[in-house]
């Protein structure tokens, strides 16, 4: 379980690191095309179909990561003052509803990018993006939360008999295998 866990992390963090690639691109492209069409008066073609598809690598990147840090925002209103059991209890429950939730989306984003691969689809406009590849990253980027999700949810069920606090990755561990020098 935990090296599925390491491993999954370690996925999670790479696709991050792209898309905040992708949104330091978006970023400089902007700015160009502002530059361009104010200060020159020849605009940068593509942006805006660019920045479309870069967006699908940036949220679905981060979605999970941020459950991998048990991040995602939540009311705490009553969930802090329930009992450890009770949390666990609202965390599995949470855990399955979002399994539902992103399993739908899963199964209709390969549809879609299997479509979309199968007939080419494309942007409209001056310079022709394929759309293929935002729809196949939306489908993994939704595949590896539904697979932290899970994992989340088989770890969080023994913890409502235990009432222990749930395993939050600690991003100053690089390898949760390591002996205290490093080595396995």
Same mark, same amino acid.
């Given at each position: ?33 502002? +530059?361009?069409?104010?200060? %020159? ?17 940036? +949220? ?5 990561? =941020? ?6 925002? *939540? ?5 802090? *003052? ?8 609202? !965390? ?12 739908? %989306? ?17 942007? !409209?406009?001056?310079? *022709?993006?394929?759309?293929?590849? =935002?729809?196949?990253? %939306? ?10 999700? =899970?994992? !989340? ?21 690089? !390898? ?9």
């Amino acid at each position: 379980m935990k090296m599925l866990a390491y491993w999954l992390e370690r996925v999670a963090l790479g696709v991050l690191l792209v898309g905040g690639i992708g949104m330091l691109m978006s970023m400089f492209l902007g700015v160009a095309d502002v +530059v361009g069409t104010q200060v %020159l008066h020849i605009p940068v073609p593509g942006p805006f179909e660019l920045t479309e598809s870069t967006m699908v690598v940036i +949220v679905f990147g981060a979605l999970t990561y =941020a459950q991998i840090r048990r991040a995602h925002i *939540r009311v705490e209103l009553l969930y802090t *003052r329930m009992g450890p059991r009770v949390q666990a209890a609202l !965390d599995v429950f949470a855990g399955l509803c979002g399994l539902v939730f992103f399993g739908l %989306l899963l199964w209709q984003a390969y549809n879609e990018a299997a479509y979309s691969l199968q007939i080419g689809e494309a942007t !409209d406009g001056l310079i *022709r993006f394929p759309l293929y590849p =935002a729809r196949i990253v %939306l489908a993994a980027g939704t595949g590896l939360l539904v697979l932290r999700l =899970a994992l !989340d949810v088989v770890m969080d069920i023994p913890r409502i008999a235990t009432g222990a606090p749930p395993e939050i990755a600690d991003p100053s561990v690089t !390898d949760p295998l390591a002996g205290p020098r490093g080595g396995i």
